[in-house]
């Protein structure tokens, strides 16, 4: 049972059904939060290891360590910290 193959005149003689409109570009979601940002961070292995051996040994995220670092960055440049910025903003989030 052979299937007979169309030719490229036959399809060129054919109208060719018109494609469906493009659907509308979905609406941007709402942020689950709002108030932050993310931001990636490529640390050295070694560093990186080192920062993870430091939260487990002290029992906090990196991320916390990560914001005290921010912190006295901010604090040796002059600069307002972490806590001043939140109540400015009066975002009410807290530092974990």
């Given amino acids: 049972m052979t299937r007979k193959r169309t030719s490229l005149d ?3 003689r054919e109208e060719l059904p018109t494609p469906p409109p493009p659907a509308p570009a979905p609406e941007e979601r709402p942020r689950r939060r709002p108030h932050v940002r993310q931001q990636t961070v490529y640390l050295p292995l070694p560093v990186y290891e080192q920062l993870r051996r430091l939260a487990f040994e002290e029992r906090v995220k990196m991320h916390a360590l990560l914001m005290e670092g921010l912190d006295r960055v901010f604090a040796d440049r002059g600069l307002p910290s972490i806590a001043e910025l939140k109540a400015r903003e009066g975002s009410g ?4």
């Fill in 10 to 12: 036959a399809l060129l």
């Fill in 93 to 96: 989030i807290s530092q974990k």
